[in-house]
């Protein structure tokens, strides 16, 4: 039988063992660090942002599986958005791993690849790892310049 947490545990352990877009990236304009105290994951990431378009993305840094891999398809993910798909899709995996009700079967579709992120919320101080390149992501594109913590 086909078993989707199988499935969704080898996207985070591909993602995390063989990051995507890992590394500074050439011409970025954007970039922001950020830190999740609570787990030691530190990053930072790089976007080159053109006419509202994230034309691309990148990340360093050392962390968790959660926090590697979720950064990874974060950057996969937002490549070609406008820069308001990007922080909608911020908002929208946020409000999954925190949120009381669970995903839909819709929600999970939407996220794509990111849905295997979704467990996170039974675990909440994993959410952090999780969300962490996200507010990363979000600080950067609206130009925050200090480093974001998660606590
Ligand atoms: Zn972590």
Known sequence: MFDL????QEVIIDHSK????FGKLAGQNREAEGYNPLCGDRLTVELIVEDGIVKDAAFEG???AISTASASLMTDMVRGKTEAEAQA???QFQSLVTRNDPPTEDELLELEKLAAL???????????????????LSAALDRRNAPVKTE
Do not use: N, Q
């Not at 063989?18 to 877009?21: L, T």
């Not at 909440?124 to 999780?130: D, G, M, T, W």
């Open 62 to 64: 050392a962390g968790c």
């Open 5 to 8: 947490k199988d499935l969704y």
């Open 18 to 21: 063989r990051p995507r877009h």
């Open 89 to 91: 899709l911020f908002r």
């Open 118 to 136: 979704a467990g996170v919320r039974a675990f909440p101080s994993r959410v952090k790892c999780a969300t962490l390149a996200w507010h990363t």
